[in-house]
């Protein structure tokens, strides 16, 4: 079955630096991956989702590679606020496409 | 706006007891989800529902049931709650492409 790994110590950086977190994968190479934003007590928020064939893709602050050679997906975060402070859970479809599968996510602490 | 709620914040039952979590949409989703979630292991999907009356098992089925008699709303059921069932829990509305989710549950069982 498909594993996530996604770096479990907190990443802590200074306000208005480029925030990049990593999401592995160890199997099968997905369609498409989803990365999600969730705050402590809360569910997480969709933020993006990337295609195989689509390499890099942009919203706003956010930028999402996607590298299937590598089988990794890096997530940044450019000119970081306080506010960008959460942890970030990328998410990808099982083999057969009907579930997602979670990693447990990286915390990202943005100090003023 | 796409909205997601369940019934309690926080919940705190006794070992044995049956407990019933309650998630509804209003965005006439065909898929629903029930996850939980626990620090260091990420979200784990108990069970989903693609349709009503229709449910499929997910990855950590045992111990809970679910119910899908409309197609907004989406029970989770804990037959006989027991310590290792502490957690939080997190409905979600949508596709495997874009989930929606709820605030979630966090239920304590002593």
């Known amino acids: 079955s498909q594993k996530i790994e996604q770096n479990s110590e907190a990443l802590n950086i200074q306000e208005g630096k480029t925030a990049t977190l990593t999401c592995n994968y160890t199997n099968y190479s997905p369609a498409y991956l989803q990365w999600y934003r969730q705050d402590p007590g809360r569910g997480p928020v969709f933020l993006l989702l990337i295609r195989e064939n689509e390499k890099e893709k942009r919203k706003e602050r956010l930028k999402v590679t996607f590298d299937t050679t590598l089988k990794q997906s890096l997530f940044h975060i450019t000119a970081s606020q306080p506010a960008d402070s959460a942890t970030y859970l990328c998410?990808?479809?099982?083999?057969?496409?009907?579930?997602?599968?979670f990693g447990a996510g990286t915390i990202l602490r943005v100090k003023s | 706006d796409v909205k997601v709620t369940q019934s309690s914040r926080y919940l705190v039952k006794r070992t044995g007891e049956k407990v019933f979590l309650e998630c509804v949409q209003d965005m006439d989703h065909e898929n629903m989800f029930w996850y939980r979630q626990d620090p260091g292991l990420g979200l784990r999907l108990i069970y989903f529902?693609?349709?009503?009356?229709?449910?499929e098992k997910g990855d950590i089925p045992e111990g809970y049931s679910v119910s899908r008699e409309k197609k907004e709303r989406f029970s989770l059921i804990l037959e006989s709650a027991s310590t290792n069932q502490t957690s939080m829990y997190l409905c979600?509305?949508?596709?495997?492409?874009?989930?929606?989710f709820g605030p979630g549950t966090r239920l304590t069982v002593t």
């Open positions: 998410a990808l479809p099982t083999r057969y496409g009907n579930k997602l599968v």
């Open positions: 529902s693609y349709d009503v009356k229709m449910k």
């Open positions: 979600a509305s949508g596709t495997v492409r874009e989930q929606y």
